[in-house]
C-alpha cells in the first residue's frame, strides 16, 4: 500500500491499481510524484522503480510511471495473477472519502474487504496542571482545553486506586440463565481509547483529578511509555503525525476491547 499527497488530499494505492491503469489506458503513464516528499513505502516503490527492479515498468520523475515497450501482454498476464492473488487473500484496503469513485474502484478490484478511514484528530498532548487547592486547574481545564464538543472523561485518583481501575480487569459476568463466565471488564482509559478509536473525527480528553494522591507509575503500569510524544519530524520518521506515542506495547486485553484482535498493540496516540 503507498500513499500520495495532492495537495490536501491523500490517495492510499497499491501496485495493482498502477497495472490496471496502465493496461486500461494504451500509451499512458501514471503520476506517482508526491506534491511532498516521498517518506515510507512511497520512496521505497520510487527507488525500486528507478534502480528498475520491476521488469514490466519504465520510471522518471518526469514521465512517471509506463510499461516498457512490447511487454504489454507480459504484464497483462501478471497482473492477472496478482488480481487473483488479492482476490483469494485475506486483504484489507483503506479508501478515502476525498479519493473519486473511479480511484476507488482501482483500489478495491479483486478484494473482498475494504473500509473507509477518515483523517483523524492531531495534536494529542499531555498537560499536567499544578497548584494548591482552589488555584483553578479544574477551571483552566474546562475553559482553555475542553472545546464545546469535546468528550470528556473525568476520574480521580486516590491512594487505593490500582492499575486494575485504571484499565480494566476480569471480573464475573452472569448470564440470563445464571450461568458464570469472567470477562474483561474495561476502565475508563480503556474504554475513551475504545471511543476514540471508533470515532476519529472527534476530539476525546481524559482528566485525571489529584493524579498525585495515587501511584501513578503503578496505575497506568505499561501505559506509562504512551505519555511519550512525537514532538517533531524526523528524516527517518514513521509517518505518525507529531502527537503520537513514540512507543507502542501491546496489552491483550486492550487490544481484544478496541480491535477485537488479542495481536494487534495499543495504537499509538
Known sequence: MYKLTDGDQDIIFNMNSVYMKLLEEEDSAVDINDRKEAKGSLRILKSALSDKLNPFLT???????????????????YQKRVDAFLSLSNTRYVLTPEVSETENMYLREGSSEYTYETSRVAGGRNILLYGVPGSGK????????????????????????????????ILPDVSEDGQVSYKFTPGPFTTILHD???????????????????????????????????????????????GTSEYGITNKNIALEVYGDAKKAIPQG
Open 59 to 77: 520510471y522518471s520523475n518526469a514521465n512517471g510511471v509506463a510499461i516498457k515497450d512490447g511487454l504489454e501482454d507480459k504484464l497483462r498476464a
Open 138 to 169: 479544574s477551571w483552566t481545564i474546562e475553559h482553555e482545553y475542553c472545546k464545546k464538543d469535546s468528550n470528556v472523561e473525568r476520574l480521580v485518583f486516590h491512594p487505593d486506586y490500582t492499575y486494575s481501575d485504571f484499565i480494566g480487569q
Open 196 to 242: 476514540a478509536y471508533v470515532n476519529p473525527q472527534k476530539e476525546y480528553i481524559l482528566i485525571i483529578e489529584e493524579i498525585n494522591r495515587g501511584n501513578a507509575p503503578a496505575i497506568f503500569g505499561e501505559v506509562f511509555q504512551l505519555l511519550d510524544r512525537k514532538v517533531e519530524i524526523k528524516d527517518d520518521d514513521d509517518e505518525f503525525p507529531i
